[in-house]
């Protein structure tokens, strides 16, 4: 079983890093162990593979590793991937803070990188399962089609894992079996034509942003949000700033200025300063800022979305 180390730059927080990988704590195809070991179960160009990430917890001090052991036909393929995966092409020293609460945040969590998965499908479909409704309802989604239709993991994986389905599976999924996951008919239309142009979607991975982003809004039922969340996984955009979401702005403007409700107009203002860094001005506003209380706008949890 091949395996590669990699050595972060410090500070490293490993955790942070792949928790967007992470959809609900029972996702079967990404699970954190308690000693802080990371399992992924992932569909590449070269086959399912199973990767085993083990490091610093934490924060990492200078000299620290990171251990990353695969099985499967994918297993050379996901190695090679492995620095991009953890953060390497990321470069948060290009980061500049224009509010205090970023400021305070980028010092705590200094150790946030944005993941590069490179594969689009994979995290296009999990992001149309989270339109218009609440997330744990499509966590819910995603771990029983994945049960039902995933593929077994190569290695010795935990427990309920399961590789992602591919394009092919995805399209033989039956009407009932989608509506029994809890998916309605406009989110099962969307992933079955996006199915359809798979090898296309997956350009986008070697496209500029503005690209990618139009190349994956070429599918109806794709939109802005979609996009956005797709491409903060697999290209690891630093920019790609989620537009549509409810509590989203609401949280940027309450951080930074206050006030209790706000719009995709207003938070665009709010992060001008930031082009090219939207995304992760945004993600350190919610790992540092001051949020307000998400009941006083709608129940917890709900994640309520344009497409």
Sequence with gaps: MPSRTWAPPAPYDLARTLRVLRRGRRDPACRLEPDGTWWRASR?????????????????TAGGTITATAWGPGADWALEQLPALLGADDTPTDFRPRHRVVAVAHHRHGGLRLTRTGLA????????????ITTGSAHCAWRRLLTQYGETPPGPVPAGMQVPP???TWRRVPSWQWHRAGVDRSRAETILRACAYAPRLEEAV?????????????IPGIGPWTAAETLQRALGAADALTVGDLHLPV????????????????MLQLLEPYAGQRHRAAR??????????????????SRIAHL
Aim: aromatic share 2%.
């Design 206 to 218: 070697r496209m500029p942003l503005p690209e990618a982003m139009a190349r994956l809004q070429f």
């Design 44 to 60: 590449t160009p070269a086959g399912p593979v199973t990767l085993r990430i083990t490091g610093t917890r934490s924060e990492a």
């Design 284 to 301: 350190l506003i919610l790992l540092g800022g001051r949020l307000p209380d998400r009941r006083a706008h709608r129940a917890p949890h």
């Design 166 to 168: 591919g394009a092919a």
């Design 121 to 132: 499908m994979e995290s296009l479909v999990p992001s149309v399962l989270e339109q218009r």
């Design 251 to 266: 949280q940027i403007g309450f951080a930074l200025t206050g006030a209790r409700d706000g719009t995709d107009e207003q």
